[in-house]
């Protein structure tokens, strides 16, 4: 932690400073520059809260060097942490994982269907929306323990482990009776009440970024979960809010190896909800897995013009199938080794 | 709605969004222009799911003139709410009301203290957090129901209303055993499980903007509450996440007149959360009132060296004395009476 | 500034940095903390080039606590600037001014019309554009010199000292032939030749804020003109880029008490393009006064439905009578002594 | 245009507009909806000004379809634009190019062993600032005339074309007497009047994107050098500004496959600029072309802990050659032919 003073800040505001650090069992040294004095403080251990130096006199500045996460920071943790999804690998080193399936689950027919097609096509995990969180209370709001239901057929007759989002504290438990891994949207990535509680279950947790979360506020929900005795977390990044409004939100594509350097935990992309156009899915798709992304999560469905919501960023199943071939091909090229090869 | 077709959309593709259209009940009116056609909507009842029109061929873009909001429209709702809080009202035509208080109740002599210095200096509410949302898991919590019997305590002795933030649905029925006006803070605009729960019951709810949510997504998360019975939910700002880092967020101080154009509910302004630093508090709490709010939510502490959470940003018992002096004053220029006259 | 090392930085890395601060003349200090080390370096006048530090092995991050700016910082002239534009002084302890008229000069008849009714409701200055920016090549660029001579005339005949922008440096001299103050707009507060050639000139300049600038790149930008000679600077907020579209721009009022303590310089409010929208041009006007803020910019136009630019935003003759009814007494509230009685 | 009524927009209002809309020439159809009336214009060729209309009683909203571009818009101008750099193709179906060298020219060694060593490695042209905007007038400013020479220098004696910035209208003859691709900076997005000159030479120019510009701003400042002439303009994202701070900028990479179906310009991405950090910038390079742009600019410097300014986000030349490396594969893969074997 470094303390700046103000331009005028005199010696004795330097010294009461200094006594407020030593109080709290740390040492301060006073670094006198040309224009004004900093004071490094030495010998914390992690984030020091800093409420009782901020507001005394002369202080102009307070800057951390520590970060408010530990358990996640590869800096502590330098073995990547490879997360196994019914035996599916999920991380450095192992061949990028494609997750597909529509936004939300509407029916049995159109989930099956589904999940026939994107096997078929070579997809490693089926997704699918149960409880849909929705921007107005008047619009679809998913099939709830039905959907899970379904999806759970689906698994059945395909094989492919499921991947559904949870909503509620209270709803943890029902959803991991279903779902293989368990997804927290990107509202809810400082539900704080959510991730404790997934953080005491023993599945694995894929975490989607909050659309206005800094990196460091990502990695400080995931520790969260961490903290709780849950290590089994994939971060996804799904897109930022910025001030353009001609795609659905801005893909922030550089937080792959950014994320990759500070963190040991796996990062997945979803082109979907990040760009909201279908054109754009399968390029950005492909970058991400060039930009080192250990997975991709793309929204399908089988008739997107009647998809209930999302249907303008879903591939039809004929266009999902031109891009598992094009991931395939370029995985090999990246040597990762051929796609639908990675038996558990 | 309005459907813009694509510059090379031919007569055919226009004639089967038209069909599409009508099979939602709905009628189309095509509008041939010099560049490209558009097709009105006509008929629908609030808004209309978009997601079956989107994707067909030759559409390139669909605009909504509905809103995703209805029960907190002005449009449909022209009379102001004005909710009570123990008898205090808070609304178009009233004093501005006063929530003043420390950012966490950190102990029984913290919130006496502060509660009987407000009290005198003539705060209408008193605020506190027993369940506090932190970035990181290893930072204070707050003091969870022993926080919320603290201000119990604080209302016995000094007759003050008590606000206080309820994080998680589980959770509304003992924080609603204690608060006088249930707060949902900025992270969890957006938990609609929360929300509903919140609409469920019978007493006041402040609804704070998310760092990142649009006036419609903050009115459409009002709706949430709306809908399931509760009318009595009061709009909060309490700044916005930009570029912007030298204040902790960005006051969006406009949304006041523009909120009392769209919506028949109150508003009010957090101005220390806002800006993060204790000298712009008064001068934005004043600014405030001037811009037509129904009330602010100001930070004190008495010690805010000493304050386990925000402390930079809370004022002293003195500086809000000196603050409450001078919204009096301004009150009275405004021509609401004079604070603290309000008598329930 | 402030060097922090990786936490796995050895002790010859430290040292390699400690002797490249010591090559540029500075004094370096370690601070060994319990997870990593951090460097203090003294010894520096104003900002230091970091870019021989950032790259040496083990350097994590370069924290600097001075400034790009030193002349426009209140840290080094605690007086406050007062602008005086033909007389009138605008800063610190002087009467707010309101500067009133079209977002651009279209006719002989519309500016003088446009002048004598803001005269006679107390304005203080005329506004006008006749180098006009705007987004495509296709629209109303102004009437360029003829403008400048239309609102020569109209001086001439209402005694109000002329604002206008001036778009490049071939064109200050001729700008500054007609100007009272010039403007820059917001598109051109980081054009660094323009801003050079009007700290050259010895008439006032009016430096609107960039839609994305940071506070502290504004106060940079300032620093430009002051760094050539010309102190005669009064900065302008009218609003950021954000991601909200419910409002033209999200006007960031916080900043007015923030840039009084940071510089001397003068700082008013646009709240017509901070806004965009007619009906909240007057309550943000208010609340800019209140604020603290040194002046408003307010769009008039007498006939807002025909203007060839920001008609939306404008407010009507009478319009602008009424919201100078309420600034006077506002200003009078405020202590300030009644507006329009201010004689150079 | 589609205009928007209020809720309680009565039939007088209505017809108001609808002759609003007459008397500039173009025809109205109101479309009654069950909420509110919407009236379609129709009949104009391009972008209408909605000044007339948008204040007209009883008007709520107005919606353009039409764009404030049109030379740059592949809707109407649906065959490539190939740019050509002294006989280099720039554009779809061509190989992407590299430009690539330092943030600043700074002396003749310096720009020589890196114009020799990018050349040796492959590059395509040869980058570097002579004339520098910087934040503050405080730090080094670029060698101006100076610099130019020096890259004719390298150009000479490597036969790479040069790329350069260009700052203000004046200095425009100048620039072009030395450069074979003009650049326009970020910050000069919208210097209309820097726009233009440029629009009256005949020499190709690259225009990167504002921070904070939408990709229609962005298409409309392309516009205006179209508009005067010339249609030698390579568009080249570098990053935009949002919250994140963990980045320089936040890349925006799906603009690439938006621009090329919103245009016929050809695109290209500045890694360094976009993330600001070494370790990000051949990742986001291959995710570049990947994604389908046309081309990258890479800063690369021969002592980066010695650049004067950028030298964070410099590639070393080994690394640089390194990149080649990869990008030739990763092109070859794609398709395009090697890099390096694209003879004019």
Redesign the interface.
């Known amino acids: 932690m ?1 303390i ?1 003073m ?3 800040a005199g010696e004795r505001q330097v010294e009461a400073v200094v006594r407020a650090v030593e109080k709290m069992g740390l040492r301060a ?1 006073p ?6 004095t ?1 004071i ?1 403080v ?6 020091v ?1 800093d ?6 006199p002369g202080v102009q ?1 307070v ?1 951390h ?2 970060k ?3 358990l996640v920071s590869r ?2 943790h330098p073995r990547p942490t490879v997360v196994k999804v019914c035996g599916i690998p999920v991380g450095e080193g192992k061949r990028p994982v494609v997750v597909a399936g529509p936004c939300a689950v509407e029916s049995e027919e159109q989930i099956l269907r589904t999940a026939r097609a994107v096997k078929k096509s070579g997809a490693d995990m089926l997704r699918g929306g149960a409880f849909k ?8 709001q998913g099939l709830r323990e039905e959907g899970l239901k379904l999806l759970a057929m689906a698994r059945e007759e395909t094989g492919l482990p499921i991947v559904t989002e949870v ?5 943890v438990g029902l959803v991991a009776g279903y779902a293989d891994l368990l997804q927290v949207g990107a ?2 990535m ?5 991730l ?1 509680e997934l953080g005491r279950i023993r599945k694995p947790v894929l975490l989607k970024r909050g ?2 979360a ?4 990502f990695l ?1 929900a995931a ?2 979960i961490l ?1 709780e005795g849950n290590h089994q977390v994939i971060l996804c990044e799904r897109g ?8 659905r939100n ?9 994320i990759r ?1 500070l963190s040991h935990l796996p990062v997945m992309i979803d ?1 979907s909800h ?2 909201g ?4 899915v399968s ?2 798709a ?3 897995l ?3 992304a250990h997975g991709v999560l793309v929204e399908v469905h089988p008739e ?9 960023q879903s591939l039809t199943l004929p266009g999902f199938e031109a891009l598992m071939e094009e991931l395939r091909r ?1 995985s090999a ?1 990246l040597g990762h080794g051929g796609a639908g090869e990675n038996a558990p």
Chains 1, 2, 3, 4 share one sequence.
């Open positions: 470094l700046v103000n331009h005028k040294v670094i006198p520059g040309s224009e004004r900093a490094g030495l010998g914390n251990r992690g984030y809260d409420s009782t130096i901020r507001d005394l500045e800057i060097v520590s408010p996460y530990k800096d502590f969180p929705r921007t107005g209370p008047h619009t679809f909503m509620s504290p209270d709803t509202r809810n400082q539900n704080f009440e959510l404790k659309m206005s800094t990196i460091e506020e400080a520790e969260y903290a930022i809010r910025t001030f353009e409004t001609a795609t801005t893909l922030d594509l550089a937080v792959v190896p950014l350097e082109p990040a760009t156009k279908r054109s754009l390029p950005m492909k970058a991400s060039v930009a080192g997107p013009d009647k998809a209930l919501s999302d249907g303008p370029l090229f």
